[in-house]
């Protein structure tokens, strides 16, 4: 039962009464994670060849099998009749695990009801006499069951001890001692029955679970194409920062027209300028251009650019600019500006302008 493991966990407990049995389990992922959807356990119940079967003094027939589903935590529940209980004799069950359409495991088993005889105890340690033995790999009728009872409470003389632990089918430990006792009533009316360690009759894993533990494997079939994957981080974004003195049907400008034009753009996250740009109506104008951080100005031209009616434009470089028309030169410097610093016009001479535009093009982070 050790290689269910590598696939599936499956943790089952049978609560044995003397008419039913109360069947509850938890499905688990290898990473202990709830199955809780696309599974379910189906418990037959087998060897009762032609005949109906039937709880025992009763007319009742019982299902051949089963389906139990996990809930939103991977819990299964349900109940059935013990075999003890159940014509024909010696039927047994079969308890199938199912993901997705197909059969992950298969374990089958018996399950008695009457759990009670007469022990002798010597301390700690009890010792069967007579009625249904301790449950340690126990075979009857051609079938094994385990119940796992350490932990468990058992009933001596009408005085419940724990169980320590389990040596073989006629002798326990008990956690505290029961004094020297012979042949006195035993009970235990909560027994445990837990698939990851029950011996099974026919144990069959698929061979797809058998892959799991296999040292050469063959190849399998191609996984399908994962999730997509998170969207990157945004690149740089380009923005433009334009000074506009003057307008085409007014006076002809003057110098303090264009500049110093203060606090004009505002650049609200680190930026690297690309390229600054100029242009008039008419006349000759020349301008400089500076950032301003926290009232401490930087020019951005190591040269005032000069435009007579045309465009102007510097870069770093040197070379055509964004337009891919205009020469630019390369007198651009100090292009890294702080979050928070503004654009603005620092110095100006113009004649016969009516409107002056100065654009700094530059790169902003996302």
Same mark, same amino acid.
């Given at each position: 039962?050790?290689?269910?493991?590598?696939?599936?966990?499956?943790?089952?407990?049978?609560?044995?009464?003397?008419?039913?049995?109360?069947?509850?389990?938890?499905?688990?992922?290898?990473?202990?994670?709830?199955?809780?959807?696309?599974?379910?356990?189906?418990?037959? !119940?087998?060897?009762?060849?032609?005949? !109906?079967?039937?709880?025992?003094?009763?007319?009742?027939?019982?299902?051949?099998?089963?389906?139990?589903?996990?809930?939103?935590?991977?819990?299964?529940?349900?109940?059935?009749?013990?075999? &003890?209980?159940?014509?024909?004799?010696?039927?047994?069950?079969?308890?199938?695990?199912?993901?997705?359409?197909?059969?992950?495991?298969?374990?089958?088993?018996?399950?008695?009801?009457?759990?009670?005889?007469?022990?002798?105890?010597?301390?700690?340690?009890?010792?069967?006499?007579?009625?249904?033995?301790?449950?340690?790999?126990?075979?009857?009728?051609?079938?094994?069951?385990?119940?796992?009872?350490?932990?468990?409470?058992?009933?001596?003389?009408?005085?419940?001890?724990?169980?320590?632990?389990?040596?073989?089918?006629?002798? !326990?430990?008990?956690?505290?001692?029961?004094?020297?006792?012979?042949?006195?009533?035993? @009970?235990?009316?909560?027994?445990?029955?837990?698939?990851?360690?029950?011996?099974?009759?026919? &144990?069959?894993?698929?061979?797809?679970?058998?892959?799991?533990?296999?040292?050469?494997?063959?190849?399998?079939?191609?996984?399908?194409?994962?999730?997509?994957?998170?969207?990157?981080?945004?690149?740089?974004?380009?923005?433009?920062?334009?000074?506009?003195?003057?307008?085409?049907?007014?006076?002809?400008?003057?110098?303090?027209?264009?500049?110093?034009?203060?606090?004009?753009?505002?650049?609200?996250?680190?930026?690297?300028?690309?390229?600054?740009?100029?242009?008039?109506?008419?006349?000759?104008?020349?301008?400089?251009?500076?950032?301003?951080?926290?009232?401490?100005?930087? @020019?951005? !031209?190591?040269?005032?650019?000069?435009?007579?009616?045309?465009?102007?434009?510097?870069?770093?470089?040197?070379?055509?600019?964004?337009?891919?028309?205009?020469?630019? @030169?390369?007198?651009?410097?100090?292009?890294?500006?702080?979050?928070?610093?503004?654009? &603005?016009?620092?110095?100006?001479?113009?004649?016969?302008?009516?409107?002056? @535009?100065?654009?700094?093009?530059?790169?902003? &982070?996302?």
């Amino acid at each position: 039962m050790k290689k269910i493991l590598l696939v599936l966990a499956i943790v089952c407990s049978v609560t044995i009464a003397y008419a039913t049995t109360t069947v509850t389990g938890t499905l688990l992922t290898p990473a202990e994670a709830a199955v809780t959807e696309n599974s379910y356990i189906r418990l037959e !119940l087998k060897n009762y060849g032609t005949n !109906l079967p039937r709880v025992l003094g009763t007319n009742t027939i019982l299902p051949s099998y089963v389906d139990i589903y996990p809930d939103g935590t991977g819990k299964v529940t349900t109940s059935m009749t013990s075999n &003890e209980l159940i014509n024909p004799a010696n039927t047994y069950y079969r308890s199938t695990y199912f993901k997705g359409g197909t059969k992950f495991y298969q374990c089958e088993f018996f399950v008695p009801t009457l759990v009670a005889g007469t022990v002798n105890t010597s301390g700690t340690s009890v010792t069967w006499v007579s009625g249904t033995q301790f449950p340690y790999n126990l075979a009857r009728d051609g079938k094994y069951y385990s119940f796992d009872w350490v932990g468990s409470t058992i009933t001596i003389n009408s005085v419940d001890y724990i169980i320590a632990s389990i040596s073989s089918t006629s002798t !326990l430990t008990l956690s505290t001692s029961a004094g020297v006792q012979s042949g006195v009533a035993y @009970s235990h009316g909560a027994n445990t029955l837990n698939l990851d360690s029950v011996a099974c009759l026919n &144990e069959e894993i698929p061979s797809a679970i058998a892959l799991a533990s296999c040292t050469t494997c063959p190849a399998g079939a191609t996984g399908a194409t994962g999730a997509t994957g998170a969207t990157g981080a945004a690149g740089p974004a380009t923005r433009v920062c334009m000074i506009i003195a003057g307008s085409n049907n007014g006076s002809a400008l003057v110098a303090a027209d264009v500049a110093p034009q203060s606090w004009q753009c505002k650049v609200p996250k680190t930026a690297t300028v690309l390229e600054i740009n100029t242009h008039s109506d008419a006349g000759t104008t020349t301008v400089t251009v500076d950032k301003n951080y926290n009232g401490a100005q930087t @020019s951005l !031209l190591s040269s005032a650019l000069s435009t007579a009616g045309t465009e102007a434009c510097a870069n770093v470089a040197g070379g055509l600019g964004l337009d891919g028309v205009t020469t630019c @030169s390369a007198t651009l410097q100090n292009t890294s500006v702080v979050a928070g610093s503004y654009f &603005e016009t620092l110095t100006a001479a113009t004649t016969g302008a009516k409107i002056v @535009s100065v654009s700094i093009v530059f790169n902003m &982070e996302e």
